[in-house]
């Protein structure tokens, strides 16, 4: 069995959910799992009715409006037939939708988050499926809260690997092909969770590691993965093969393309990942798979925007050593908040760190009583893998270097913005 995953660039519009019938031609689909984010930008319009909700702005029914136009759109193209049964699952999600923002008590952010984003997905599978039926490729839509169950921190929610891979091999059929959504999963009182921003990468891992699937192809707007994301670096070449650990490096410091969590669970079942083009399906892209050189070998670039460099030093001058240290990383962990770099001395010490959850204010007004606290927001951390003395000093040019760092395989350095 396979697992394909289709992103949200790939089901943007009309033409993409078509392209889906392209990429199955053009591969070995007869028993699959396709798995299928919420389409185009609707993750970020679904952030803004949450936004809206809670903060009882005028703009709701706006939002609102939004999501149903747009799904209603490309439904009306898809299916010139307007009394396809479609039409009405399609209308159920939106009055579920609205029943879930009508009946809710809770304020937690969170949870709300969860319960409203997931309609994404929920939707695009719906027509993806539906469409993948009409023209004649039978399927099976499968709702992935019944097969992921997670914990309930909610957005961003740990796996229990042994239900799930209990409910996926009891409910997938390994015969055929199954549609379910990326990104959304369930926790031990059915409540909606999801798995982190960009999570159906994770998701088609978790599917695959569960069934032992024989490789995972996610469908990229990109040949591949690059030596560097093109829309920030010129000149950038495909990468035709990976190693996991190299793909996890990429994917951990920021390359964008892999979902970081994807390659774990691939790599402890070495189950190949191929990441490749939906616009030229037969083009080879890239292939992710234990100890393999990376070809052709050369720097890699990756920037991750908008991080945070905070260094903190102690009030009396004593050293920051172990203990303060410890207490700084339960506040990280507590916080939320994912820390990207690390650089101490003996009395000072730094870290650039990744503000997902905004908690990041709360804890500043905490670690001031303690130490003196200087906080950069808004740089940019950039890191070169396999850097050369030419790659770094092309990437220093211009640059407001605030912090810099080099191992023998990686380059960091965070920059003001
Ligand atoms: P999806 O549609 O699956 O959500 P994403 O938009 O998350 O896909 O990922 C594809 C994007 O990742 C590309 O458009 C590209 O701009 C970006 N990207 C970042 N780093 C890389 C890289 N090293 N190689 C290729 N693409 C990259
Ligand atoms: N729809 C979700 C998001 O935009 C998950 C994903 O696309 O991977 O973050
Ligand atoms: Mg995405």
């Known amino acids: 069995m396979k ?64 999501i149903k136009n747009y799904h209603q759109g490309i439904l009306r193209e898809l299916f010139k037939n307007g009394r396809h049964p479609v039409f009405e699952k399609i209308e159920v999600f939106i009055s579920d939708l609205e029943t879930t923002l009508d009946r809710n008590k809770s304020t937690q952010y969170d949870y709300v ?26 399927n099976h839509w499968l709702d992935a809260r019944d097969l992921i169950k997670t914990d309930n921190s909610y957005r961003d929610a740990t796996v229990n690997w042994d239900k799930t891979q209990q409910n996926i091999i009891e409910k997938v059929s390994k015969i055929g092909l199954t549609v379910s959504q990326g990104f959304i999963a369930s926790d031990p009182n059915n409540f909606t969770t999801t798995l982190g921003r960009e999570g159906s990468d994770y998701s088609a891992g978790i599917f695959a590691y569960c069934i032992q699937a ?7 707007d990109v040949p591949g993965v690059l030596n560097g994301d093109p829309r920030v670096f010129k000149n950038v070449k495909l990468l035709s093969q990976i190693s996991y650990e190299e793909a996890i490096e990429l994917a951990f410091y920021g390359a964008s393309v892999i979902h970081p969590k994807t390659l774990q669970p ?22 992710v798979k234990k100890g393999q050189r990376l070809i052709p070998f050369i720097p890699c670039y990756i920037v991750k925007k908008n991080q945070i460099l905070l260094s903190l030093s102690s009030l009396d ?16 962990y507590n916080y939320q908040l994912k820390v990207d770099l690390i650089q ?38 950039f890191t070169i893998r396999h850097a050369t003395d030419d790659a770094i000093s ?12 080099s191992t023998k395989e990686t380059y960091q350095m965070v920059v003001k913005q």
């Open 3 to 66: 697992v394909f995953k289709f992103g949200g660039a790939s089901v943007k519009d009309v033409k993409g959910v078509q392209n889906v019938i392209n990429v199955l031609q053009k591969t070995d689909t007869s028993n699959a799992i396709i798995i299928v984010s919420a389409m185009g930008k609707i993750t970020n319009a679904l952030e803004q009715v949450v936004h809206n909700y809670l903060n009882q702005t005028t703009e709701l029914k706006d939002s609102l409006d939004y």
């Open 113 to 138: 988050y969860d319960q409203v984003v997931c309609y994404g997905e929920l939707i695009s599978t719906t027509i993806v499926s539906e469409y993948l039926l009409d023209q004649g490729y039978k």
């Open 214 to 220: 024989a490789s995972v192809s996610i469908w990229k």
């Open 266 to 287: 691939l790599q402890r079942k070495e189950i190949p990942l191929y990441v490749k083009s939906f616009i030229n399906p037969e083009n080879e892209g890239t292939s």
């Open 317 to 332: 001058f004593s050293f920051i050593v172990e203990d303060n240290i410890s207490e700084l990383f339960n506040l990280f």
């Open 344 to 381: 101490n001395s003996a009395i000072s010490f730094s870290v650039c760190l990744d503000d997902k959850f905004n908690t990041f204010d709360q804890l500043h007004t905490k670690l001031k009583a303690k130490f003196r606290v200087i906080c950069e927001k808004n740089v940019s951390l």
């Open 394 to 405: 092309l990437l220093e040019r211009n640059k407001n270097i605030l912090l810099k760092q």
